[in-house]
């Protein structure tokens, strides 16, 4: 791995928790359940900041601990510039510091990054999500230069989204542990490769240097009996009190009462995920009440077989169905 200067630290002092900033250690963002949240639409396909002011107010009411704006359930890749930032300043005006709000600013042109991670930080987002270079890929030492390139532009913490089943790469355990000792903004791994292996093995060479975030809704108990300290999760979109308390189970150290609630929910989870996300996430909002409406093309609004196993599922979970058909 190449080596480096460790940066001085340089982080803004925000009105957030006690604790958020720590000089030397793992700043910890949030602890517990973050959401990674949709981008609702009008039925002419613009951003519908109404209905994502109820979403907003309905996370947090129900305990959700950290608001993820613009990652990819809130659909980034089709969002122009202008749309993905006006999301995140929306949700940090509407959020008004009652939690964290977390901008995906990740890009596979490291330029884009650095600009759209930048103006997050104008906008007023407490941290960013960097996944890593999608399509055209990056070699290990490519992810560390991108990273640490995005990282020393910005002052405020960075968490890096390891998604190889999207991106097509894997950010490798000692990748993230050097970016994580040597870099001091590089705080946190949202972990999604699906390996509870390699989750181990990254917080084992990260040696405290990193906070782990599950990044998969079924695995959320194994990760944070690991040392994990919480989840981005799809499915608090639909059930956020539940994610919330399921991570206040674990980081209580109650792991057998929080095992039996993540095998009750593991239906729901794989409803979640039987098409592509964010489609059936867009499809509970709806079924709920919310105006989430439909993804943009290319994904396309969820079948009605799939709508069927999610509403089961729903139903199953105690979930009230409201209405059935996107606005």
Not at 119 to 146: F, R
Not at 190 to 219: C, F, M, P, R, W
Request: charged share 25%; hydrophobic share 40%.
């Amino acid at each position: 791995m190449k080596q480096g200067k460790k940066p001085a630290a340089r982080f803004r002092k925000r009105n957030l928790p006690e604790g958020f900033y720590k000089r030397g250690a793992v700043m910890s963002i949030f602890k517990g359940a973050g959401v990674a949240l949709v981008t609702p639409m009008k039925e002419n396909g613009e951003v519908h900041f109404e209905a994502l002011e109820k979403l907003l107010e309905f996370q947090i009411e129900n305990g959700t601990d950290a608001i993820i704006s613009v990652g990819t359930t809130g659909e980034a890749p089709t969002l122009e510039d202008g749309e993905h930032l006006d999301v995140i300043r929306f949700c940090v005006q509407k959020t008004a510091g009652r939690i964290p709000v977390i901008a995906g600013t990740g890009s596979n042109n490291t330029a884009h990054a650095v600009m759209m991670s930048r103006e997050a930080q104008k906008a007023g987002a407490d941290g960013c999500l960097l996944v890593s270079p999608y399509y055209n890929k990056a070699t290990q030492q490519g992810l560390i230069e991108s990273f640490s390139a995005i990282a020393h532009s910005v002052d405020i913490p960075c968490i890096l989204y390891n998604v190889p089943s999207r991106t097509g790469t894997n950010i490798l355990p000692d990748t993230a542990a050097w970016l994580g000792k040597h870099v001091e903004n590089i705080v946190a791994v949202k972990e999604a490769s699906g390996s509870i292996s390699q989750t181990a093995e990254l917080l084992e060479k990260a040696e405290g240097s990193l906070d782990v975030y599950s990044g998969n809704d079924d695995q959320i108990v194994p990760v944070m009996s690991l040392g994990g300290i919480g989840v981005i999760s799809v499915l608090s979109n639909v059930a956020p009190q539940f994610v919330h308390d399921l991570t206040a189970l674990c980081l209580e150290g109650k792991y057998k009462e929080a095992a039996a609630e993540q095998i009750r929910s593991l239906e729901l989870c794989r409803s979640l995920f039987c098409e592509v996300n964010p489609i059936p996430a867009k499809a509970g909002l709806n079924m709920i009440g919310f105006e989430a409406g439909r993804p943009r093309l290319p994904l396309t609004e969820m079948t009605e077989k799939g709508k069927e196993r999610l509403e089961k599922a729903m139903k199953a979970f105690g979930l009230d169905i409201i209405q059935k058909k996107s606005k």
